[in-house]
């Protein structure tokens, strides 16, 4: 089991660079749209692909995010407890979030798939295939659903991978 952590972990840091790839050419997008408008250029559907490139940058940082813990998460209740009834509180909340973020990868994927199969295109003067854009964002709601049914699983076969405090040791959900 810890070998396929360890290379759904690889995965999803590799998901987390392409993000931070996306976030750097979002920042090219922004200041050629600025440059364009300082020296009267047409900046063609710029704004348009700054928002494509940002729903993608967020979209694949978010298994890679979730599985450091980067996650802002209320965990009053958590840290309330201790052993078993920690385990079981992490397992219901980990259940439910599974299933709210397979709901979410399952509409994204089938989202571009529609688009791709009507061929919907942008109402921006560009006119880009709307497929185009949403597949990124699909592939990141499908990562994210990917990690958190693998945290779930873990905390129902290996707990200790996800709760290394109650152990004294860190493990490998430090990406």
Known sequence: MRSISSFLDHIYRFSGVLSGGALVFLCVLVLYSIVARLFGFFAGGATDFAGYVMATSTFLALAYTFRGNGHIRVQLLIQATTGGRRRVIEILCLAVM?????????????LALESYEFGERSEGADAVLLWIPQTPVAIGAVLLAVAVVHTLLLALFDYDAINPEEQGKEGPNEI
């Open 98 to 110: 599974s299933a709210a973020t397979v709901f979410v990868a399952y509409y994204m994927s089938n």
